[in-house]
């Protein structure tokens, strides 16, 4: 039976990709969205930097404005979704928004994994919601599942695909033989991709939905300065195709892990055996293996980015604030103001698949088992592939800490067999 109480008014800042998807679902599915929030919602007021651009999806421009305060100061709006992107002017208006306790909905995974302590607080303190469902893995409900459903359990690793459009390209490169620069400009064009697509690329993207992820798992607050990254630019045809000749896929993931040394996060372009659930996804979907060590293994997978997935995880959000409006929260994330310790990088175990040009003489693969030897480093399989100028050893080692991988990586750089180093990824089990 449809609602007949007032309409919740909800201030959209920024109508973008995401924006203008939430404005097109809010329309489109108004009875079911009426009936979920137990209330009718709608969309009072959009903020814009200008208002005749053009927008994905169909927008009532006359509710647009390019005034922040007209929407800020608005007493009748109560729930206000931000998908600006960026830290500023976000964070401001996110602190005004909640300071005068109203709701905030965010997409904004960077705001929320670099002030995501501040916004909490802020919340606490006039009892208004920060959700932010959207903000990792785009459609996939993995925020509220990580925090309530999983909330008796303990979450002992996170590996996750949750950058669409970096798998969005490593797809296109391994399954069509497209180049980067291509499979970069059609993620583009599908507004998969940041505003400044090096996050995206660069590893800072996933750095920040894991730095959110593990804060959830880790109960604290860990920001993405925090989470080792390194990005997918410098993976090589050449590496998609050697990891497939070994069984393996090569994947940008997000890695969060409880040892007893410590907590770990990073991000880095990862090689996967092929029988693993998550080196079958492909294009710009996400999925998020979940180890909990009560529950076992868990997989949250659909589209990581794109407008309607997106905006769908949104009015999730708002469904969920809505129903909710006037009662305690049901997280005050109390935990995100304890600062989380992050083991250094040099200390985190890792398998690596390395690359080196060498010169194709006798003697050369014992100059670099030796090197290796020194640093403790033991070699899971070698194989020597061309010959002459282009001779190369493809190797595969054992788990070693970071620390003596790097210093056995320097030993070879000084080697005179070994010409260069194209290629080190990690490998994981
Ligand atoms: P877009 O760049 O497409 O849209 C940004 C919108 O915000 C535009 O409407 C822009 O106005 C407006 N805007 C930006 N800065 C200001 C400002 N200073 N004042 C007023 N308006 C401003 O971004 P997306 O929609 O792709 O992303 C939005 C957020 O959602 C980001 O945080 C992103 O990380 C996140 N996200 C994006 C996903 C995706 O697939 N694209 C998936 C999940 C999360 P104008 O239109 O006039 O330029
Ligand atoms: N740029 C992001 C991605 C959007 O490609 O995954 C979704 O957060």
Same mark, same amino acid.
């Given at each position: 039976?449809?609602?007949?109480?007032?309409?919740?008014?909800?201030?959209?800042?920024?109508?973008?990709?995401?924006?203008?998807?939430?404005?097109?679902? /809010?329309?489109?599915?108004?009875?079911?969205?009426?009936?979920?929030?137990?209330?009718?919602?709608?969309?009072?007021?959009?903020?814009?930097?200008?208002?005749?651009?053009? =927008?994905?999806?169909?927008?009532?421009?006359?509710?647009?404005?390019?005034?922040?305060?007209?929407?800020?100061?608005?007493?009748?709006?109560?729930?206000?979704?931000?998908?600006?992107?960026?830290?500023?002017?976000?964070?401001? *208006?996110?602190?005004?928004?909640?300071?005068?306790?109203?709701?905030? /909905?965010?997409?904004?995974?960077?705001?929320?994994?670099?002030?995501?302590?501040?916004?909490?607080?802020?919340?606490?303190?006039?009892?208004?919601?920060?959700?932010?469902?959207?903000?990792?893995?785009?459609?996939?409900?993995?925020?509220?599942?990580?925090?309530?459903?999983?909330?008796?359990?303990?979450?002992?690793?996170?590996?996750?695909?949750?950058?669409?459009?970096?798998?969005?390209?490593?797809?296109?490169?391994?399954?069509?033989?497209?180049?980067?620069?291509?499979?970069?400009?059609?993620?583009?064009?599908?507004?998969?991709?940041?505003?400044?697509?090096?996050?995206?690329?660069?590893?800072?993207?996933?750095?920040?939905?894991?730095?959110?992820?593990?804060?959830?798992?880790?109960?604290?607050?860990?920001?993405?300065?925090?989470?080792?990254?390194?990005?997918?630019?410098? /993976?090589?045809?050449?590496?998609?195709?050697?990891?497939?000749?070994?069984? *393996?896929? /090569?994947?940008?993931?997000?890695?969060?892990?409880?040892?007893?040394?410590?907590?770990?996060?990073?991000?880095?372009?990862?090689?996967?055996? =092929?029988?693993?659930?998550?080196?079958?996804?492909?294009?710009?979907?996400?999925?998020?293996?979940?180890?909990?060590?009560?529950?076992?293994?868990?997989?949250?997978?659909?589209?990581?980015?794109?407008?309607?997935?997106?905006?769908?995880?949104?009015?999730?959000?708002?469904?969920?604030?809505?129903?909710?409006?006037?009662?305690?929260?049901?997280?005050?994330?109390?935990?995100?103001?304890?600062?989380?310790?992050?083991?250094?990088?040099?200390?985190?175990?890792?398998?690596? *698949?390395?690359?080196?040009?060498?010169?194709?003489?006798?003697?050369?693969?014992?100059?670099?088992?030796?090197?290796?030897?020194?640093?403790?480093?033991?070699?899971?399989?070698?194989?020597?592939?061309?010959?002459?100028?282009?001779?190369?050893?493809?190797?595969?080692?054992?788990?070693?800490?970071?620390?003596?991988?790097?210093?056995?990586?320097?030993?070879?750089?000084?080697?005179?067999?070994?010409?260069?180093?194209?290629?080190?990824?990690?490998?994981?089990?």
């Amino acid at each position: 039976m449809a609602e007949s109480r007032d309409a919740v008014k909800i201030g959209l800042l920024g109508c973008g990709t995401i924006g203008s998807g939430v404005f097109h679902l /809010v329309r489109k599915n108004a009875a079911g969205l009426t009936e979920a929030a137990r209330r009718p919602v709608e969309v009072s007021g959009i903020l814009v930097k200008a208002i005749d651009e053009a =927008r994905p999806f169909e927008v009532d421009t006359s509710i647009m404005t390019t005034e922040a305060s007209s929407l800020l100061d608005d007493p009748g709006i109560d729930v206000f979704i931000e998908v600006m992107g960026g830290t500023e002017p976000a964070r401001s *208006y996110a602190l005004e928004v909640l300071g005068k306790g109203r709701h905030l /909905v965010t997409a904004n995974k960077e705001l929320i994994a670099r002030h995501g302590r501040e916004l909490m607080e802020a919340a606490v303190r006039t009892d208004a919601q920060v959700m932010f469902e959207a903000a990792v893995g785009g459609g996939i409900p993995i925020v509220r599942p990580m925090e309530l459903s999983l909330g008796g359990d303990v979450v002992n690793k996170i590996l996750g695909i949750v950058n669409g459009t970096t798998n969005y390209i490593l797809t296109r490169m391994s399954a069509e033989g497209s180049t980067y620069a291509e499979a970069l400009a059609e993620a583009q064009q599908l507004g998969y991709a940041e505003a400044d697509p090096s996050a995206d690329v660069e590893g800072g993207d996933a750095a920040s939905k894991l730095a959110i992820l593990s804060s959830i798992a880790f109960k604290a607050g860990i920001t993405s300065d925090q989470v080792y990254r390194e990005g997918i630019s410098r /993976v090589r045809p050449e590496d998609l195709d050697n990891a497939a000749e070994l069984g *393996y896929a /090569v994947k940008l993931l997000a890695i969060a892990e409880r040892a007893e040394a410590g907590v770990s996060a990073r991000v880095h372009p990862t090689m996967l055996p =092929r029988s693993h659930p998550l080196a079958s996804i492909s294009g710009n979907f996400n999925a998020v293996f979940v180890i909990g060590e009560s529950v076992g293994d868990l997989m949250f997978y659909g589209q990581g980015a794109g407008s309607l997935p997106t905006a769908t995880a949104i009015l999730g959000d708002v469904v969920n604030v809505v129903r909710t409006m006037g009662s305690p929260p049901a997280s005050r994330r109390s935990y995100w103001s304890r600062p989380g310790e992050v083991l250094p990088m040099e200390e985190v175990v890792s398998r690596f *698949y390395m690359v080196l040009n060498v010169v194709d003489r006798p003697g050369v693969l014992a100059k670099i088992a030796g090197v290796f030897g020194d640093n403790n480093v033991s070699l899971e399989s070698v194989v020597q592939k061309g010959i002459g100028d282009g001779a190369q050893i493809v190797l595969i080692t054992h788990g070693v800490a970071e620390r003596s991988f790097r210093a056995a990586t320097e030993g070879l750089e000084k080697l005179d067999v070994v010409l260069e180093i194209p290629s080190v990824i990690r490998v994981e089990s």
